[in-house]
């Protein structure tokens, strides 16, 4: 946790460095959830279940949710593994409290789903809206 909250903190300095033009510093968060089960779908309202019950009230100013479809390769047998996901984008302010947010929606979505990850990409951008 202490580390993810000094990678954000890492991040936002090199924007603040180079300077917003448009906008404000700030970070852009990404999380890709897998949308299965033990092989079988997981059904667009639980999604939207989740998202409203754990993402949204964690982010209430806003976020955008993408379908998509990836691929990974099982640290424990080396195969590689395919499923439909959906990622949700958040344009954010960095720091612990942040940090901590994401961290509580990752380990929300593992455990409710049985999904051995999240996974979650973060780096510095620019926001205005």
Known sequence: MRFAALLLAA?????AANGCRAGEPAMLAQLYFGRTMHG??????????????SVTPRFPDGLTVLDG??????????????EVSTVVMIA??????????????????????M????????????SSF
């Open 115 to 126: 999904q051995d990850s999240v996974g979650l990409v973060t780096g510095a951008a620019c």
């Open 69 to 82: 479809y990836g691929q990974w390769r099982s640290r424990a047998t080396g195969a590689i593994g395919r």
């Open 11 to 15: 991040a936002l300095a090199g924007c």
């Open 92 to 113: 954010t302010d960095a720091g612990a409290e942040t940090a901590a947010r994401l961290a509580a929606i990752r380990a929300e979505y593992r455990a409710r789903f």
């Open 40 to 53: 079988q779908p997981i059904d667009d309202a639980a999604w939207r279940d989740f998202l409203a019950a």
